[in-house]
T-cell receptor, first 114, second 115 residues
């Protein structure tokens, strides 16, 4: 069965600090990988996704993620965070074969302080 | 991008009543819809997978007689929480996958509170 691990439960950063959130997955086949963000009181929004090709994926709001197949990892990065990045971040994976449900990590709460 | 709506956004009901939540894909046809549940400060947990015109597939531990799912058309799936109890209070989120099946689009969620 698929599983997703997000090792950081809560991350606190000052504005302009660099961010890296870890995500590791367990699955025996080819996967699609996603990062979603959930701002307080709002619904999930897709930050970026990886299906195939260049393992370095750029998403919205300056976020990027790198797929490292050998490490089963898909870490999320941002060079300089802003206060408005305060949110819950979820890594998710599904089978590459399509129309399969997403398996989510437990989420990482990011708090950005001025 | 593709838009998925959910109705209602918030519902409060008495224990023992049934609540229906609608999930619609507004600008694409969704062959598959998924229903997730999110408890406060927790991640999304898959409840069931719904394919248009066929019976839903429920995850282990999810009572199919309690959470009735109907996917009668390519743009609408409904989740009915029957005989709701306070422990059913949660945030219910649907997602829809288009014909290509490579990405899911999430609805804004429905917050159910059972008194």
């Amino acid at each position: 069965a698929q599983s997703v691990s997000q090792h950081n439960h809560h991350v606190i950063l000052s504005e302009a600090a660099s961010l890296e959130l870890g995500c590791n997955y367990s699955y025996g086949g080819t996967v699609n990988l996603f990062w979603y963000v959930q701002y307080p009181g709002q619904h999930l929004q897709l930050l970026l996704k990886y299906f195939s090709g260049d393992p370095l994926v750029k998403g919205i709001k300056g976020f990027e993620a790198e797929f490292i197949k050998s490490k089963f990892s898909f870490n999320l990065r941002k060079p300089s965070v802003q206060w408005s990045d305060t949110a819950e971040y979820f890594c998710a994976v599904n089978a590459h074969s399509g129309n399969t449900p997403l398996v989510f990590g437990k989420g990482t709460r990011l708090s950005v302080i001025a | 991008g593709a838009v998925v709506s959910q109705h209602p956004s918030r519902v409060i009901c008495k224990s023992g009543t049934s609540v229906k939540i609608e999930c619609r894909s507004l600008d694409f046809q969704a062959t598959t819809m998924f229903w997730y549940r999110q408890f406060p400060k927790q991640s999304l947990m898959l409840m069931a997978t719904s394919n248009e015109g066929s019976k839903a597939t429920y995850e282990q531990g999810v009572e199919k007689d309690k959470f009735l799912i109907n996917h009668a058309s390519l743009t609408l799936s409904t989740l009915t929480v029957t005989s709701a109890h306070p422990e059913d209070s949660s945030f219910y989120i649907c997602s829809a996958a288009g014909l290509a099946g490579d990405e899911q689009f999430f609805g804004p969620g429905t917050r159910l509170t059972v008194l």
